[in-house]
């Protein structure tokens, strides 16, 4: 049997744009496959543009700590492509084994014939595939890109659709006002299906998302702020809702955002009808959930030696302008813990706006070194970040690596040990990852 690289090789023949929202092909595949997606377990479906995955990975995290099995389903990974297909199991699931796998693919590439689709489009009907083979409680199942005509978007029933907070991003497919891209992921909104929605940044998103979830009939519809809230009180989280108060731990992730994220995720999973799942599973998912390249610190490691003794590094792939803006408010969240100065080591794509992102550090980064992001065509160069950054008030140099950022750290003069956060670009994040030996697991 082919190698599911060989097998992915090939998809990228079949249709010449990376990225072409429809239904139609995955619709296509699917009845081939003898639809799959109408054999899987209770879904989740979750869209959003910031803290999709986080909230994914809180429901996880609580489903497993409650006896359950979660298949889950997210993009993009981090290093290999295998992390975006767990398959649920007792006590934790697993990324999907190669063998595996590549059957998927190669039976998927057989049903389709040739025919065009997009490489996202076959690589979901492969997961949609695995996962009605394969027992367990729940699906929770990521959108790609927008959700309205997303490949994930094939699910007539889910148990629930969730949609975390809208920013603006991927203008190109999405809109470029925060109104059109609310409308874009509310439409995975279904008739008769719980809508739960994120407390949200923007007054105009919870408009839209709301005004989307009366008219298609989605029911109930549950409202961050209004009929579930969650704050934290004494240093720990408080969530409540309609009929319930929980006093628990605060999550394991870092930064206010991740309360929200973590009050989402509850919410929806009662929603669901996963509401018995119980205090003791809600207190060991938020203190056990892990998310790699969120938020995450870098303990060990080839490129955790590299680093100037006392120091922290820390790893982010937010990219967007309101990533941008959570992950500065989280920094400086940790800035009143201790006074490690800020150092940022940042990798960009072109088709972000740098300028946005950037911004939100102004003030709290005491100096940036811009690296190129290795084998991507689409990344912008090393320099123009810098330039970016010099031009929105960063102290801006730049590096050829990440190791050399790295090793450049204890050449800039600091009265305390800094505070590294490499950030800018989930490629980079994954690139990182591998290069510092702790790939995701």
Not at 62 to 72: D, F, P, R, S, T
Not at 246 to 269: S, V
Request: proline share 5%; net charge negative; aromatic share 4%.
């Amino acid at each position: 049997m082919d190698s599911s690289d060989a097998l992915m090789g090939r998809f990228l023949a079949l249709h010449p744009r990376t990225i072409d929202l429809s239904l139609g092909r995955i619709q296509r595949l699917l009845a081939a496959l003898n639809h799959p997606e109408r054999r899987l377990p209770p879904v989740i479906h979750v869209a959003g543009t910031n803290g999709k995955g986080s909230t994914i990975a809180f429901m996880r995290a609580i489903l497993e700590a409650g006896g359950l099995a979660a298949h889950v389903y997210t993009s993009p990974h981090l290093v290999r492509f295998h992390e975006r297909i767990r398959l649920g199991g007792i006590g934790g699931g697993t990324f999907v084994p190669e063998d595996r796998l590549a059957d998927a693919f190669a039976r998927c590439e057989a049903a389709n014939a040739g025919d065009p689709i997009t490489v996202f489009e076959i690589t979901t009907a492969a997961a949609l595939l695995l996962y009605s083979e394969a027992p367990a409680d729940v699906l929770l199942l990521e959108v790609g890109l927008g959700g309205r005509v997303d490949a994930t978007n094939v699910i007539d029933q889910p148990a629930a659709a969730v949609v975390t907070p809208i920013g603006r991003d991927h203008a190109e497919y999405l809109g470029d006002t925060v109104e059109a891209v609310a409308g874009e992921k509310a439409g995975i909104f279904k008739r008769g299906c719980p809508a739960v929605i994120a407390a949200q940044d923007y007054a105009e998103a919870d408009a839209v998302l709301c005004r989307r979830a009366e008219a298609v009939g989605a029911g109930p519809i549950l409202v961050g702020n209004q009929d579930f809230s969650v704050h934290e009180e004494r240093g720990r989280l408080v969530y409540q809702d309609e009929t319930d108060l929980f006093d628990l731990p605060k999550p394991k992730l870092l930064g206010r955002h991740q309360f929200t994220n973590a009050g989402t995720a509850i919410a929806a999973l009662r929603a669901a009808g996963f509401g018995d799942i119980g205090t003791a599973a809600l207190e060991a998912g938020l203190r056990n959930v892990e998310w790699p390249g969120r938020l995450q610190r870098l303990s060990r490691g080839r490129l955790a030696a590299l680093v100037p003794a006392g120091s922290e590094l820390w790893l982010d792939g937010g990219h967007n302008i309101d990533g941008g803006r959570i992950l500065a408010a989280a920094l400086a969240e940790l800035g009143e813990r201790s006074e490690a100065p800020l150092v940022l080591v940042v990798g960009l794509l072109g088709t972000k706006d740098a300028e946005g992102f950037l911004r939100h550090f102004v003030g709290l980064s005491r100096a940036l070194i811009a690296v190129p992001i290795a084998g991507q065509i689409a990344a912008r160069p090393a320099e123009e970040v810098a330039q970016i950054a010099e031009g929105v008030g960063l102290s801006a140099r730049v590096a050829p690596s990440i190791e050399a950022a790295l090793a450049s750290v204890s050449d800039i003069a600091f009265e305390h040990p800094p505070r590294i956060l490499i950030c800018g670009s989930l490629y980079l994040a994954g690139a990182v990852l591998t290069a510092n030996g702790t790939p995701p697991v």
